[in-house]
């Protein structure tokens, strides 16, 4: 349904498919299409919505994670805006045939999703949520940069041998593959503090060396920016003990999983982080977060990180005053402690209350 008004400024149209997925996904996108139908109001652009099943909801509605009516809704649109993938019926069953992540995975491959962006921002009222202590982490500000379509997830051969007593996965990356990723983090670099750490196992493995190499390949078009390399055990130590000294990471898909989640959790804003997964296709804008299934249809799980992934999908689209809308009233709700009770001090509100209210605080 478009949602359309008008007012002032350049009217703009854009389709957007929404995924909400599994667990809390649901509940937490409605809240972003709520701010996002409030954006469109309030600057007249257009955004006509468009839902597609992803995941465990649409293995039991069509036996496939990723269905070919959800890629087409997908390509067809300018940014979709994603929930939650997982359901604990799948994961104590080693050999379910199909599962929800392969849903994700799939629809990275499909979208040709290459690159995905984590920022790791600090928010001070929730500093006391840190595992770490507080002045290590006060004022940490740093983006992981994942490869997203290679490596270790996707190499062939992958699989048993015949007696089952051998498994095995393959690690491949072509030049081309880290020259693409790593052009985008030098870009990041550039609009941030212009320093950028490479991560890798350079010293066991063929891949981080080949990474390394073409690396050192880019440097002198990219002298303005500070480059250095860290192994990923190194770099897994460092977030924790100096976590304010990144600017901008870049790591291959595996490294990547590990290391943004490690990340994810420092700031102790794990339900406020979002994320952007760009490529060669339409780019998907998420939460961090699982799909919660303890809490889900229960109006309690936190929005934040999904409206804020709205923000980053506003930004992705152009629409730069929109999205910082949304931060502002984001940053407004948690002043005034319209927030859920994850992070509640007093009162606790519920997932539509604090959508209504960010909605509300944007029109
Ligand atoms: C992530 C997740 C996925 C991954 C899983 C669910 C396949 O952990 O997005 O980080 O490993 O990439
Ligand atoms: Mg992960």
Sequence with gaps: MPVTAKKHDIHMNFKIAVLPGDGIGPEIVEQALKVLKAVALKFNHSFEFTEGL?????????????PDD???????????????????????DPKARVRPEQGL????????????????????SLIHKSPLRKDLVEGADFVVIRELTGGIYFGEPSGRSEDGNKAYDTNIYTKEEVRRIVNLAFEYARKR?????????????????????????????????EVDYMFVDN?????????????VMVTENMFGDILSDEASVITGSLGLLPSASVGIHTSVYEPIHGSYPQAAGRNIANPLATILSAA????????????????????NSMDKGIVTEDIAKGKTYSTSEVGDWITGAIG
């Design 193 to 225: 503090n212009r320093r950028l750490t490479v991560v890798d196992k350079a010293n066991v493995l063929a891949t981080s060396r080949l990474w390394r190499e073409t690396v050192q390949e880019m440097v002198p078009d990219n002298s303005d920016i």
């Design 105 to 124: 995975l799939a629809m990275r491959k499909k979208l040709g999703l290459y690159a995905n962006i984590r920022p790791v921002a600090t928010f001070p």
């Design 70 to 92: 959800t890629h087409r809704i997908c390509m067809d649109a300018d940014a979709v805006i994603f929930g939650a993938i997982g359901d604990p019926k799948y994961d104590n």
């Design 312 to 331: 980053m999908l506003l930004e992705g689209l152009g629409l730069t005053s929109e999205a910082s809308a949304v931060r502002n009233a984001v940053t």
């Design 235 to 247: 770099a897994a130590m460092q977030i924790i003990q100096w976590p304010k000294k990144f600017d």
């Design 54 to 66: 992803v995941g465990a909801a649409a293995i039991d509605q069509t036996g496939n994670p990723y």
